[in-house]
């Protein structure tokens, strides 16, 4: 596949629309599958290095040894702000095969297919063989396609999660994607959860060849 770097244009709209909406610690923990019940799991994987891609609000520093977070939205808690995983891949900051996990929980739904390929392969150079990596995704409904947004958004189905593994060739699937709900925003932000309207993901577990 061409490898399409994320437009300007689209990083600027996402950096925006999280800086003027923080994703708010609350809905985090709405998340059935990639929230507070990851956190046994992440440390008892004793990595010595762990990179949260779009970690927001920083949910799992202090309670996940080793972890980095970064976002491309100006969130103070993250440990590198204001730089999206292009940028930060693009500066250096981290080798390549230096974690032994990495996690992008959300952050991969921006972009046309190609930006996000782009994006994910880049994340995945980061981890190390035999290392594991976390993602999730939110699967299109029509809820969520009849919301605007400024920018591009890709509509995850399932079929798209066995695609991009083929096409990033140097992963496997640890197992089947696992569905999880999660509370959707008041009035489509990003802050208090509304708990009566819930959204479908998937989240999947890659090991780096």
Same mark, same amino acid.
């Given at each position: 596949m061409?490898?399409t770097?994320?437009t ?5 709209h996402?950096?925006d629309?999280? %800086?003027?909406?923080?994703?708010s610690?609350?809905? @985090?923990?709405?998340?059935t599958?990639?929230?507070d019940?990851?956190? $046994?799991w992440?440390?008892d994987? %004793?990595?010595s290095?762990i990179?949260? +891609?779009? +970690?927001?609000?920083?949910?799992y520093?202090?309670?996940?040894? %080793?972890l980095?977070g970064?976002? #491309? #939205? ?7 702000s204001?730089?999206?995983v292009e940028?930060?891949?693009?500066a250096?900051i981290?080798q390549?095969g230096c974690? $032994?996990?990495?996690?992008?929980l959300?952050?991969? %739904?921006f972009?046309? @297919? ?6 994910v392969?880049?994340l995945?150079r @980061? +981890?190390?063989s035999?290392g594991?990596?976390?993602l ?5 409904? *029509?809820?969520?396609l009849?919301?605007?947004?400024p920018? #591009? *958004?890709?509509h995850?189905?399932m079929?798209d999660?066995?695609?991009l593994?083929?096409?990033i060739? $140097?992963v496997?699937?640890?197992?089947e994607p696992i569905m999880?709900q999660a #509370? ?5 932000s990003?802050?208090?959860?509304d708990l $009566?309207r819930?959204i479908n993901?998937?989240?999947?577990? @890659?090991?780096?060849?």
């Amino acid at each position: 596949m061409k490898r399409t770097m994320m437009t300007k244009k689209t990083i600027d709209h996402v950096k925006d629309h999280f %800086n003027e909406h923080p994703y708010s610690r609350d809905r @985090w923990a709405t998340h059935t599958q990639s929230s507070d019940n990851l956190i $046994d799991w992440l440390n008892d994987k %004793n990595a010595s290095l762990i990179i949260d +891609c779009g +970690c927001g609000t920083n949910p799992y520093k202090g309670k996940v040894k %080793n972890l980095i977070g970064i976002d #491309a #939205a100006d969130y103070p808690e993250a440990d590198i702000s204001g730089m999206g995983v292009e940028e930060v891949y693009e500066a250096g900051i981290f080798q390549d095969g230096c974690a $032994d996990i990495v996690m992008a929980l959300g952050s991969i %739904n921006f972009g046309s @297919w190609e930006e996000v390929y782009n994006m994910v392969h880049k994340l995945t150079r @980061w +981890c190390k063989s035999g290392g594991t990596i976390v993602l999730r995704a939110r699967l299109a409904d *029509q809820t969520f396609l009849g919301s605007p947004k400024p920018y #591009a *958004q890709h509509h995850w189905v399932m079929e798209d999660i066995r695609k991009l593994t083929r096409e990033i060739g $140097d992963v496997e699937m640890v197992c089947e994607p696992i569905m999880e709900q999660a #509370a959707g925003g008041l009035k489509e932000s990003h802050g208090s959860p509304d708990l $009566d309207r819930s959204i479908n993901l998937a989240v999947w577990y @890659w090991r780096k060849k």
